[in-house]
Nanobody
Framework: QVQLVESGGGLVQPGGSLRLSCAAS????????MGWYRQAPGKERELVAI???????EYANSVKGRFTISRDNAKNTVSLQMNSLGPEDTAVYYC????????WGQGTQVTVSL
């Protein structure tokens, strides 16, 4: 059974930074593509960034140049460094992977506000 556990969310002022982490277990982490999604109130869940097993990242246009996804296969973790945060980044952020089916973490709240 694949388990994904996020950490690192919180409240930050506009222009600030946060780093999210996701610890994976129950899977051969190194061969999984990993991703971060987010869901703001009243909106659909959207892709933020993904990273392939060999470390190739892709980003949503809305976060390009501000967010960086990375992975540590030795530690079975994937991280999302978020810089220059704005109120539009406020959402619950979810870690994601696929192994025969979709797997999601429980989500971590990111709130960008004064």
């Amino acid at each position: 059974q694949v388990q994904l556990v996020e950490s690192g969310g919180g409240l930050v002022q506009p222009g600030g930074s946060l780093r999210l982490s996701c610890a994976a277990s129950g899977t051969i982490f190194s061969i999984n593509t990993m991703g971060w999604y987010r869901q703001a109130p009243g909106k659909e869940r959207e892709l933020v960034a993904i990273i392939t097993s060999i470390g190739t990242p892709e980003y949503a246009n809305s976060v390009k140049g501000r967010f960086t996804i990375s992975r540590d296969n030795a530690k079975n973790t994937v991280s999302l460094q978020m810089n220059s945060l704005g109120p539009e980044d406020t959402a619950v952020y979810y870690c994601y992977t696929y192994r025969g089916r979709d797997y999601w973490g429980q989500g971590t709240q990111v709130t960008v506000s004064l």
